[in-house]
């Protein structure tokens, strides 16, 4: 069972290919984009850009250092540089490097790490980033989006490139559930409200909001009222749509592919613990490198289902 | 305006490297900290490339497209950038007394975002060389001629990340790129042979693929040969390894002291009177 198929979500693109497909058409509108890769063009999907950009799409090889500093670079003279690789390699091997080459001088560089999470499955816990949103969100001045669909990816892409400054977009490897249409609005630091409830509210971000609305709809049925917020901007957060969630519903559960410390959970939680607190409780990774396995067993192994998010909303409703 | 129509000569950039040097001394002095003896060493090549017609550049006009950039890899050494930068009209040699100190954009290592003229944010070691070429591809594409020239110290080449950039540089051919290893020989703890000795860099660099020169980097005729030679050839990136003296310029006072290596500490008022005089 897929997250999202509870709620009758159909299963569209990976969120890496939206952002491939995205990033491919808006070279023909910016000609300031260029492309820096380490050499997994073909799994981060900057591929489609530079086979259709070719004078504009660098592969520095694998060696992530050089490549967020030549990104860096690029920044510095008016083009703006779409570094791309594994979130693990490009936010663990390169960290040195994005805060002293993209962050600290404000670069407009658009990082984008796919593969994150464990849903990337067989390749195992060397290659899954569940670190990352931590590692982006602790770097002054930087964008940090997590997106949960192709819809919303493609939206994601276009609003970062014309966003001025640093950005970090984590995306995914594998098929992932629907959540948004063609019409729905997508804006940076703006989180969409995916379902509405009173007692208490799920926030997730990634593939945890199919998981999240799998999870209202079956509360549904208990009848509990759960509201379901897509924050898919980490920082900055949506303050105001937290704080509505805090007077508005009694409870809160944080859903991330991430690990517990340093991600959505935290940051969530910084709020609430500062505008009116009320019980949280949080579905994650934990503490802890996955292993291999198929994505589904993967999640299902490590916590990340449906079932888990009504287990959380019951023990703090 | 661009530097070359002024380019001074051999005889006058050594009056000019006199007055590098004794920015660089004042104002490490007058800051109580810095690297002046990293900076002393670099100042020939600085001097050079800001004053002996090697770089395009408006200091009026600091974001001016088609200026060259220079890039200071090793950012401790700042000090000769402030002062070459200062000579040059960016600022006044009065504003970089205030090195070092709360609110002053002239900070310990070069930030781009507080002072304008400065190319790259520099200090954690290994990245200057990579921000070049993506400056140096940046420049490709903007088609405006810009060259761009880093500066890297020779202890910071034990930074995998340069040996990458070395080898990325001649993968796009960038005959628009110029390394300059300022070898003195000394980095932190002692000699740089001592802590991780690599060899010979020409050896090295030119099996990459790269144009290389060895030269004495503290002789200002030889920099700008080199700088010289440097400038013709187009069809890939180009390295000069300058074999340096830290603390170049004032050594019999450094030698007074018992420390060659003087790393990242300022002199004494007393030893930067000693010093001034010595280089008068």
Same mark, same amino acid.
């Given at each position: ?17 939206a ?36 004078e504009?799409?660098?592969?520095? =090889? ?5 490549? /967020?500093?030549? #990104?860096?670079? !690029? %920044?510095?003279? @008016?083009?703006?540089?779409? &570094? ?8 663990c ?39 990352d ?22 939206k ?48 997730a971000? =990634? ?5 999240? /609305?799998?999870? #209202?709809?079956? !509360? %549904?049925?208990? @009848?509990?009222?759960?509201? &379901? ?27 991330e592919?991430?690990l ?53 909303v019951k023990?703090?409703? | ?20 040097r ?9 800051a ?51 002062a ?24 310990g ?53 340069v ?118």
């Amino acid at each position: 069972m897929y997250l999202g198929e509870i709620s009758g979500l159909k299963v569209g693109q990976a969120t890496r290919d939206a952002f491939g497909e995205a990033l491919k058409e808006l070279g023909d509108k910016y000609p300031e984009i260029v492309t820096v890769d380490g050499d997994v063009g073909n799994s981060t999907r900057t591929e489609v850009f530079a086979k259709a950009h070719p004078e504009r799409g660098f592969n520095v =090889g694998i060696a992530e250092s050089n490549m /967020v500093s030549v #990104a860096g670079g !690029l %920044a510095s003279t @008016g083009h703006i540089p779409v &570094v791309a690789s594994f979130a693990a390699f490009l936010l663990c091997n390169a960290y040195d490097q994005i805060r002293m080459s993209i962050a600290f001088p404000s670069m407009n560089v658009k990082m984008v790490g796919t593969h994150a999470g464990i849903s990337i499955g067989e390749d195992g816990p060397s290659q899954m980033g569940i670190e990352d949103v931590s590692l982006a969100c602790s770097l002054p001045g930087v964008v940090v989006m997590v997106t949960a669909d192709a819809v919303s990816t493609k939206k994601a892409t276009a609003a970062m490139i014309e966003y001025e400054g640093p950005v970090y977009l984590r995306l995914g490897r594998p098929n992932v559930a629907e959540i948004y249409s063609e019409d729905d609005t997508f804006e940076i630091g703006k989180a969409n409200t995916i379902r509405e409830g009173d007692d208490v509210t799920i926030i997730a971000n =990634g593939l945890m909001v199919a998981g999240a /609305v799998d999870a #209202a709809t079956k !509360l %549904a049925e208990e @009848g509990i009222s759960a509201r &379901v917020i897509d924050m898919h901007t980490v920082k900055p957060i949506d303050v105001d749509a937290i704080q509505k969630a805090t007077r508005e519903t009694s409870a809160i559960v944080v859903a991330e592919e991430h690990l517990a410390h340093g991600g959505l959970g935290s940051a969530v939680a910084m709020v609430v613990s500062q505008a009116t607190p009320v019980p949280m409780a949080y579905v994650n990774v934990g503490d802890c490198f996955a292993e291999s396995g198929d994505p589904q067993g993967l999640l299902d192994k490590y916590g990340l289902t449906a079932a888990a998010i009504i287990e959380a909303v019951k023990k703090v409703k | 305006m661009a530097a070359q129509a002024n380019a001074l000569s051999i005889e006058e950039l050594k009056d000019k490297g006199k007055v590098l040097r004794r920015l660089i001394i004042r104002m490490t002095t007058e800051a109580g900290s810095g690297h002046p003896s990293s900076s002393l060493s670099a100042v020939e090549v600085v001097n050079a490339l800001w004053f002996g017609g090697f770089m395009k550049y408006d200091s009026q006009n600091p974001t001016w497209e088609a200026r060259d950039r220079f890039i200071l890899s090793k950012g401790h050494a700042v000090p000769v950038l402030y002062a070459a930068m200062a000579e040059a009209g960016y600022f006044s040699t009065d504003d970089v007394m205030t090195l070092r100190k709360l609110g002053s954009p002239f900070e310990g290592h070069p930030n781009m975002k507080r002072l304008p003229g400065i190319e790259a944010s520099t200090g954690s070691l290994g990245q200057g060389l990579s921000l070049g070429i993506g400056q140096a591809l940046g420049a490709r594409l903007n088609k405006n001629g810009s060259n761009v020239f880093v500066v890297i110290g020779d202890g910071e080449m034990g930074e995998g990340q340069v040996w990458e950039a070395l080898a990325t540089a001649e993968k796009y051919k960038l005959g628009n790129l110029t390394a300059i290893i300022d070898q003195n020989t000394y980095q932190q703890t002692g000699a740089t042979k001592d802590v991780l000795d690599l060899g010979s860099f020409e050896e090295k660099i030119s099996a990459f693929g790269w144009h290389t020169q060895t030269i004495d980097g503290n002789c200002q005729k030889a920099v700008v040969e080199a700088l010289e030679v440097a400038s013709k050839v187009t069809d890939r990136p180009k390295a000069i390894i300058s074999k340096t003296k830290k603390g170049f310029g004032i050594l019999p006072v450094l030698e007074e002291t018992g420390d060659l290596n003087y790393h990242g500490k300022p002199l004494s008022p007393e030893l930067a009177e000693k010093a001034l005089a010595f280089i008068a």
